[in-house]
């Protein structure tokens, strides 16, 4: 099955500064490629995904990146704000088969002022 | 709010004894996924339904677990005769399957502490 491995496990920035997140995955077939926020207590929040046909995604101040070769995808977060502090995962699956993601461990994003 | 939503938001109980978590997903959305996620994890694939039918149990699901989604709206997940490693949080999620790139929104969960 499907194994995604994610860095860092934390990771402190200051306001303003810029955060990445970066994910690998193991299965081939995978072609789609979503991000979650998690903040404490509440419901994973999609944010951003890509799927594998697309090198690069932007969204504001948030954009993903995927090496499909190199089976890698990036969170990238610009000008970051302390309410961006949370965790992040990310996600890897194959639409075709039920669209089952299979989550990394996730990362604490801290941002300090 | 018309997203994902889960019921108990916590639900505290002996070990033994039977719980039952309800998931009743956005209107529209035919596909339901059951998830379980432990503190410091990202949450694990248990179960997910087209419409009513159960199309796949991850081998995390033991016997003791069963899932339904007997009209293809709400969903119920049961665990039998609990014990304390299946204190977790339950997350359930919806899609819409339309044969594109399906998006899942998740549910706030619900809390399970087995005692």
């Known amino acids: 099955g499907e194994n995604v491995e994610q860095h860092p496990s934390t990771l402190s920035v200051q306001e303003g500064d810029s955060a990445v997140i970066k994910c690998t995955y193991s299965d081939s077939a995978s072609n789609y490629f979503p991000w979650y926020k998690q903040e404490l207590g509440k419901r994973p929040q999609l944010i951003i995904d890509?799927?594998?046909?697309?090198g690069e995604k932007k969204d504001q101040r948030i954009a993903v990146t995927l090496n499909k070769t190199a089976k890698h995808f990036s969170l990238h977060i610009t000008e970051t704000q302390p309410e961006d502090s949370a965790v992040y995962f990310c996600?890897?699956?194959?639409?075709?088969?039920?669209?089952?993601?299979?989550f990394g461990t996730g990362t604490q994003l801290k941002v300090e002022l | 709010d018309t997203g994902v939503s889960q019921n108990p938001r916590h639900k505290i109980t002996k070990r033994g004894q039977n719980v039952t978590f309800r998931c009743d997903p956005i209107s529209e959305h035919n596909r339901l996924y059951w998830y379980r996620q432990t503190l410091g994890q990202g949450p694990e694939f248990l179960t997910y339904?087209?419409?009513?039918?159960?199309?796949?149990k991850s081998r995390l699901l033991s016997d003791r677990f069963s899932a339904e989604r007997p009209k293809g709206s709400f969903s119920t997940l049961e665990i039998q005769r609990t014990e304390q490693g299946d204190s977790a949080m339950y997350l359930c999620?919806?899609?819409?399957?339309?044969?594109?790139?399906?998006?899942?929104?998740f549910g706030s969960g619900t809390q399970l502490s087995v005692l």
């Open positions: 999620a919806s899609s819409y399957d339309r044969g594109l790139v399906e998006k899942l929104f």
């Open positions: 996600a890897a699956s194959f639409t075709g088969g039920g669209n089952k993601l299979t």
């Open positions: 339904f087209q419409n009513e039918a159960q199309l796949e």
């Open positions: 890509i799927r594998s046909n697309v």
